[in-house]
């Protein structure tokens, strides 16, 4: 039991020890999964909504692919994404390698399926009386988009803060892509992988207590978002 | 209300995305060496001199030097004499040059049941390691240390193998958890045991011999390959860390109150 | 009369289905027309395509002397304003709710709120302006979602079943803003109901819809069955059928063609059944009695004739009419 009250006292100390160094890994991660969130959910979400509104063929199919992607491992994105972003790859100019914009894109990519998918559900699960009321009402296609995006905004906050649970709670892009530098492309997730290899247990499991803390703050934060929006 | 929010949104988008201002240099290195925390003091007083960012990017050996032939770093700080040759022999690294090492231990159960103590050279000890009931973790990951330990068995003329060979297929940590577990035989960088050294119950049964050192280089990364390397900054670093101050930085670094590296590089002034 | 809409050989199919066939239809430029027909007969199925909702599979529809073609449908969309059955609100106050058309159409801020106050005062939403969509009783909401459309200013008010599910004070008040809408907003008002009754308490004119095609009486005293040469067999009672040969599933009467006694009748008319009178009420000044004799039979009378007849729930009654009076189809 000694294991789990050492992490748990090492977990508080973290806290409100005000540790410059502590703080900062938490608000990069916070920061590069955020902004993840953001630029998969500007690319997803849209792309959620099309694909519910139209009716093509192959549609199940792509659900079915996106259902099958939502499982992807996060170390084959960032074995991927590697492959391009390496000075031998074809996006190796960028010289974004070892930055946090490459570990962006990495959990963008990798909760890309997520909110596409779950904005396709979260589209579908609007009220099959709504399109309707858009078109009669004079929305163009554009409006009514807007329209599903407010009518279902809970079930696409749902998508988000899912795709930012996966996101801030990965270590394999952020390690491949990010290369864990201290004071620069550190995040909790890779921290905690490197305390776990330094044999510091209590440590790692506080840091991961610590994540755990910060996701629930800023879902909460989110939530308060939402609920000042209605 | 919504508005702040959308802007705050695209501050901290733009925040994030904005290019680092800071030049950066990149070292490919080992975790261990990493984890040693060498880096943390060796690293600021260079940086603040030549007003250039380190980024440390800690991986295996193997990884490392495929960094380096990619590319993806300017230079390396490794262990693997045979590899770093290879790479320096196809052309990707230039300018190897020695900077410190340190040096592995055989670590086993306090009573010793094999009597490694009474060996006064590595392949003696060896030798009475093998067959011995206790038996011997072995990293089995093709590491620094996996290496070294094969080496070890082979100048001693075993094949190691049985039921008192275990290959771990883990990291350093793992290996000497396992060893503590079984209370078996195990070869560990002395970095890594000092760092255990309070969580497990194995002690230093053999050490200090020369076969058991564990020299490090610095390598650069040929810029007639990777043309965009910042190779006169590596340049620097690498002349930084030979220097009398570097090499006194290393000397003086301590765990838990021992030495963990002795200084290598030829002395040449700064 | 002027004409709103000139339907011509229209056709419309769900996957392949066919769900309305109408040869012609005509809708005058003012007043109120019901659209009567039971449920799944293809009354919503007409309102879409009035509404422009979507265009037909086959035929033309002409609005307001212009041949719609698919491409002018979001511009003749702007100029309906549609109620669907059972509206939908969007999760938001009632005043935005309202607001919701203007936006759309790209109207300012400030002019928005002027028009939506102008309707809200209008509809007497005024209480309910703040108040959150998903809190409205049902005939609040289909009040709301007619002053969204109204707002709009549209040239035609289309209702999908706005009488349904709403109580009989509510379906009073719909009745008179419905007028209202008519006479002051010179709006053309379209809605459907399942209940005769309804559409002829408010509608000045009415189209009867059956399984997808007009038929030519209104929808009361409509029977299912079987023909048996000269006879239709509805399974409770048998109805003498005119000599034409002609045969049919389904037979309507007009209910102001069943002669009501006290005894059996002496005449011509082959038809004659006793039963029971379970249902008066009164509707734009006649009575409608209803009977059981075998099947429901409705008959409309003036007051004059039913105090003559001295007419009781409950009175034993005889409904007489012409074989010629059926309608076979």
Redesign the interface.
């Known amino acids: 039991m000694d294991y789990f009250l050492q992490a748990f006292q090492q977990a508080f100390a973290l806290i409100f020890s005000l540790d410059g160094e502590v703080y900062a890994v938490a608000w990069t991660s916070v920061?590069?999964s955020?902004?993840a969130v953001?630029?998969a959910a500007l690319i997803g979400v849209p792309l959620g909504l099309l694909v519910s509104f139209k009716r093509f063929t192959g549609k199940a199919f792509l659900r079915q692919i996106l259902n099958t992607l939502m499982a992807l491992p996060t170390v084959v994105v960032g074995l991927l994404l590697y492959g391009l972003l390496?000075?031998?790859g074809p996006m190796?100019?960028w010289?974004i390698?070892?930055?946090?914009?490459a570990i962006?894109i990495g959990q963008c990519v990798l909760i890309l399926p997520i909110i596409w998918n779950l904005s396709i559900s979260a589209a579908d699960s609007a009220?099959p009386?709504?399109a309707?009321?858009?078109?009669?009402?004079?929305?163009?296609e554009f409006?009514q988009g807007l329209?599903f995006l407010?009518?279902v905004?809970f079930a696409l906050m749902a998508a988000l803060v899912t795709g930012f649970g996966r996101a801030i709670g990965e270590v394999g892009i952020a390690m491949m892509l990010g290369?864990?530098?201290?004071g620069?492309?550190r995040t909790m997730t890779t921290a905690i992988a490197?305390e776990?290899?330094?044999?510091e247990f209590e440590f790692a499991l506080a840091l991961g207590m610590l994540l755990l803390l910060v996701a629930f703050l800023v879902n909460a934060l989110l939530q308060y978002?939402q609920r000042?929006?209605q | 209300?919504?508005r702040i929010?959308v802007v705050l949104?695209f501050l901290?988008?733009a925040?994030?995305?904005a290019a680092?201002a800071q030049e950066?240099l990149?070292l490919a290195t080992t975790?261990s060496t990493e984890?040693s925390g060498l880096l943390?003091v060796l690293n600021p007083p260079f940086e603040k001199q030549y007003g250039i960012?380190v980024?440390?990017?800690?991986?295996g050996t193997g990884k490392a030097l495929r960094l380096a032939r990619?590319?993806?770093v300017d230079m390396v700080l490794v262990h693997a004499p045979e590899a770093e040759l290879k790479f320096v022999n196809e052309g990707y690294g230039i300018d190897r040059q020695p900077v410190m090492h340190n040096d592995f231990v055989l670590l086993g159960p306090p009573s010793d049941p094999a009597g490694v103590r009474q060996a006064d050279v590595p392949s003696t000890a060896m030798e009475k390691i093998a067959g011995s009931t206790a038996g011997f973790i072995s990293r089995g990951d093709d590491s620094g240390t996996h290496k070294k330990e094969l080496a070890l068995w082979a100048a001693a003329g075993i094949e190691p193998g049985g039921g008192w060979y275990l290959a771990a297929g883990q990291?350093m940590?793992a290996a000497?958890?396992i060893s503590d577990d079984k209370q078996a035989y195990t070869l560990a960088d002395r970095g890594?045991y000092l760092?255990?050294k309070d969580?497990i119950d194995l002690v230093v049964v053999f050490q200090g011999a020369e076969e058991l050192f564990n020299p490090y280089h610095i390598i650069l990364v040929n810029p007639g390959k990777?043309p965009?390397v910042k190779h006169e900054r590596a340049q620097h670093y690498s002349d930084f860390i030979r220097s009398d101050k570097g090499q006194a930085i290393i000397g003086g670094f301590r765990v838990s109150e021992e030495q963990l590296f002795h200084p290598d590089a030829v002395q040449h002034g700064e | 009369m002027s004409r709103l809409y000139e339907l011509t050989d229209i056709e419309f199919a769900y996957n392949g289905d066919p769900a309305l066939a109408f040869p012609s239809l005509v809708i005058g430029s003012s007043g109120i027309t019901a659209i009567v027909g039971p449920n799944g007969s293809g009354k919503s199925t007409l309102l879409n395509l009035l509404?422009f909702?979507h265009p037909p599979g086959r035929g033309h529809i002409r609005f307001q002397a212009e041949t719609a073609g698919p491409a002018d449908y979001?511009q003749l969309?702007?100029r309906?304003?549609?109620?669907?059955q059972?509206?939908?609100l969007?999760?938001?106050s009632v005043r935005k709710n309202i607001e919701?058309?203007l936006?759309?159409?790209g109207m300012p801020g400030p002019e928005r709120r002027r028009q939506g106050q102008r309707i809200i005062d209008e509809f007497g939403l005024g209480e309910l302006a703040e108040r959150y969509s998903h809190d409205l009783s049902g005939g609040e909401a289909q009040k709301v979602a007619i002053a969204?459309?109204m707002v709009?200013q549209p040239r035609v008010l289309i209702l999908d079943e706005p009488f349904s599910h709403l109580d009989r004070s509510f379906r009073r008040e719909l009745e008179s803003m419905l007028l209202r809408i008519n006479e002051h907003a010179e709006a053309t008002v379209i809605f459907t109901t399942h209940d005769q009754m309804q559409a002829q308490a408010v509608a000045d004119q009415t189209v009867s819809i059956f399984d997808g095609h007009p038929i030519p009486v209104a929808m009361v005293n409509l029977f299912f069955g079987h023909c048996r040469g000269e006879i239709f067999d509805t399974g409770h009672v048998e109805i003498h059928l005119p000599a034409t040969g002609e045969t049919g599933t389904r037979l309507a009467i007009d209910s102001n063609q069943l002669v009501l006694s006290k005894q059996e009748l002496e005449s011509s008319m082959r038809n004659r059944y006793r039963g029971r009178i379970t249902a008066l009420s009164e509707e734009q000044g006649f009575i409608n009695v209803t009977i059981q004799a075998g099947e429901m039979f409705q008959a409309s009378v003036t007051p004059a004739a039913l105090r003559e007849l001295g007419l009781h729930i409950g009175d034993e009654i005889w409904v007489s009419f012409k074989s010629t009076a059926v309608h076979l189809f």
Request: hydrophobic content about 35%; glycine content about 10%; charged content about 25%.
């Open positions: 920061r590069i955020l902004t953001f630029f390496t000075r031998q190796g100019d010289g390698l070892y930055t946090p914009v962006i009220d009386r709504l309707a009321t858009c078109r009669a009402l004079g929305a163009s409006q329209v407010k009518e905004r290369g864990n530098i201290e620069f492309t490197l776990t290899m330094k044999g978002a000042l929006d | 209300m919504k929010q949104l901290l988008v925040f994030t995305l680092p950066r990149r975790t984890n943390t960012k980024d440390v990017i800690a991986v990619n590319g993806d990291g940590g000497l958890k890594t760092a255990y969580k990777h965009h | 509404a909702m979001p969309r702007r309906v304003g549609y109620v669907q059972k509206p939908y969007f999760h938001a919701t058309g936006k759309f159409r969204r459309a709009l």
